[in-house]
């Protein structure tokens, strides 16, 4: 079989069997088959229990010979010493993709690692494939369908995951942001991070992937496979294990073998991998590139109802590579005719003393239209009020932002303060094309991360 | 008078007058009566405005020499070319404390730096002090006063503020984390952050003071004020304008001189006032020392549900001067017991395992309180699963953390990861001493950055 039909089997399956269900169902029992019908998966499901008949209403067969044909997918979670001989089972049956979600392999002890070996030579004489072993499988929005024990978010958004630790299935929203289809390579056994890449990377539907590693194996082959999907879409790769303390706790969670870093940098760089050294900047980073469209160049424009917060943004442009735009002076005519007299604009736009002689709608939307238009604008960031719900009938600009966002291909961010900011945050990440931004400074680092893969991507044609 | 009894004007006056106040009231009126009364603020309130006769159901009077005795701070927000005879009025009645909210003075042009300096030669010649121009003025939660027109949030937290920008007023939860007492100090036209940081350390009810700068004045003074206040409680301080556009910028925002920026670094150090470059490490670390106990050396014992986690705990650790506590043996054979045979526990603790077997409560509980009881522990990071509540009863820790977080005096920081965190934070953020932080490398951060000032501290006795 070729490597995409593995990838339909794992991530596309008509046909799944859990081999080892938990015999509960319902909160607390953590049982997959409960995040599969909460999804509405609308393949068949099959389970395999030695001792009862029936869980949470579906029938239940005492092995694995005793499935009805055909099944795409088998995911294990027995003990680990049966492991090997149910491998061969699954062999036998003609299941040729597996996920053993269970821990104890070689990030245990040497018992472990020999489990894992005997479990990869059953799987070779049969052309199997396994995903792990102490993973938590797949998921995939598109098709409906999650491997995972544990309940979670999965949406259709246009982000891809690998990663080798359930947190980042369980905590996709702090750490990546969203999740449209996730691959938990675990262990890393058999299939890798670069098999997960070449399959997450022919989606059409996914706009950026997100990639959480404690080694990268096959170091050639993930730079062919990663620069490919590079040019097309953008990889965040968070790599950990950088500090020897955490090199070594690395080996005994995945069994990972730590690289020197700077080898690391140097295959990232050659693959155009975008490296980000914490989960703050992943998630931020993902959530810029999988909703904004792209940032062209270097040049911003500032619109602030705070001069302090103009100087913030200057500050991290410059450490970010980023520069203010010179605006055209026709581009501050407008906002200039609705400020004091003694107020002279330039870039940052501050346009609070506008906001308290015409109101807010009046000043914002003629500052952000007008900068959005400006042919030396790459990309525009601005700060929105969040007031109580009676203040920000006359304070709130989302609707102005929502409306001009959506009318101009430039990136737009918006940084939310003041004492209400839940509601204003989720109309603007509901609606349009803006991206809410936890701070100043990771609005400054997403558009200039943006712009330097866009650059990157530019100097290859 | 004494430097202290213009601190008791400005920040608990027992009478205030506010000159050039809105004539409408309610929301979109940026009216500063109504915040004022939302606090229950229990001084004399008396308005001053040439053409009506009543404001937000208070009765006016036409000029300043019309009010009652005595006033002890008077809000002026007139049009800029009356302010000068208005402080010689504020004078010859006798008033010795005055806010200046509007703009356009040293920050906007000439004719603003003559207002700006008239205004001043009034002052002195009645020994008036003057804070601002352009700012919100002053906070007090324990006073319950608030001179500013802006809604925002006030709590009775151990949070002091000084700043050069209303937006650190409004913005408070995103940029500070909680205010108890706030002083904007606008243009820094006469009161300055040294002023401010004199009353405010005095206050016993704050824990820790937070300072936004554009530019430090009077350096000398400023450093012998810091110092003592820093040895008491730390001062965590935000300069900006340390890029060649900010500190432009900063000249029209506030009219700042800019200093070269590794001369504002020797002054903080000298001082051990606390440098963050960006804000999110500004609330972070202010919420921190708001909130938690001293971290007295560099050992962390990690509770982690995530051996990815645990790594990239150990990556930052190293980033921030900390270290994995060698933890004594008894310290691990509870969690131990309670694992798979293969498992072999070390620091960070990984007690996934564990939760399989036992659950979550015991796993975690064991887990936390042993690490808390070892005599190499400094300070604790741990994680907390948040699900939806049906799950959340056997998959949540929170009440687990908040028991033995109070038993014992050492910081304990909770990253809260899953699909429903929003009440989890919430309630962890309510009751006990316990941290929630952002990432998992802010906790780190927060931890080594408390561990760098006790350290500070204790090298001064």
Redesign the interface.
């Known amino acids: 079989m070729e490597l995409a039909d593995y990838g339909s089997l794992f991530l596309t399956p008509k046909s799944v069997a859990f081999v080892g269900v938990p015999r509960k169902s ?3 029992a953590l049982n997959p088959v409960d995040n599969l019908r909460r999804w509405g998966y609308e393949g068949r499901i099959q389970l395999v229990h030695p001792h009862v008949h029936e869980i949470a209403g579906l029938p239940v067969v005492p092995k694995v010979s005793a499935l009805s044909d055909p099944v795409d997918l088998a995911v294990i979670s027995t003990p ?1 010493e049966t492991i090997p001989g149910i491998i061969r089972e699954c062999g036998r049956k003609g299941i040729r993709a597996v996920i053993v979600t269970i ?2 392999f070689a ?3 040497s ?2 690692k020999e489990l894992q070996d005997r479990m990869l030579d059953e799987a070779s004489k049969f052309g199997i494939r396994i995903l792990g072993p102490n993973t938590l499988g797949i998921t995939n929005a598109f098709h409906r369908i999650d491997t995972s024990f544990m ?3 999965r949406e259709e958004v246009p982000i891809g995951l690998i ?6 299935f ?2 996709v ?3 990546i942001g969203g999740m449209g289809i996730g691959v938990d390579i675990g262990n890393d056994c058999d299939v890798g991070i670069a098999d997960a890449l070449e399959w997450l990377g022919q989606d059409q539907r996914l706009g950026v992937i997100a990639v ?1 590693a ?1 080694e990268i194996r096959e170091g050639k082959r993930f730079i062919e496979v990663a620069e490919k999907v590079s040019r097309r879409i953008p990889v965040v790769a968070l790599k ?7 090199a070594r ?2 080996a ?3 069994g990972s073998m730590a690289a020197e870093d700077r080898i690391v940098d140097a295959v990232f760089k050659k693959a155009g991998v975008i490296r980000v050294n ?3 900047d992943q998630v931020d980073l993902v959530r810029g590139f999988a909703r904004l469209p792209p940032m062209r160049g270097p040049r911003v424009g500032v619109v602030t ?8 943004f ?6 970010y590579g980023l ?2 735009s010179k605006l055209h002076q026709q581009s501050l005519n407008g906002i200039q005719s609705l400020s ?1 007299d ?3 604009l ?1 870039n ?1 736009i ?1 346009i609070w ?1 506008a906001v308290m002689k015409h109101g807010m709608r009046k000043a914002f939307s003629t500052a952000l239209k007008d900068t959005l238009s400006d042919p030396n604008v790459d990309g525009v960031i601005c700060i929105n ?1 969040a ?2 719900e ?2 920000q ?3 709130g600009a989302e609707k102005v932002i929502q409306e001009l966002s959506d009318r101009f291909d430039k990136p737009v961010v918006v ?5 209400h ?1 839940e509601e204003v945050v989720k109309q603007l990440d509901t609606r349009g094309r803006a991206l809410t931004v ?5 609005g400054v680092r997403i558009l200039g991360t943006m712009a330097r893969y866009e650059k990157w991507k530019t100097s290859l044609v």
Chains 1, 2 share one sequence.
């Open positions: 319902g909160p607390g680990r821990q104890g990030e245990a002890d018992r472990g309940p979670s978010v990663c080798q630790s359930g947190v980042f369980v905590g929203t702090q750490l959480h404690e950990t294990g950088r500090s020897d303390a955490g706790a690395a005994s969670h995945t914490e989960t703050q109802l705070s001069g302090a917060g103009g100087i913030i200057l500050d991290s442009m410059e450490k520069k203010p004091p003694w107020m002279r330039g940052p501050d003393p009020l007031m109580p009676a203040e009938k006359h304070l940084w939310v303060y003041g004492s900011p936890p701070s100043m400074e990771a």
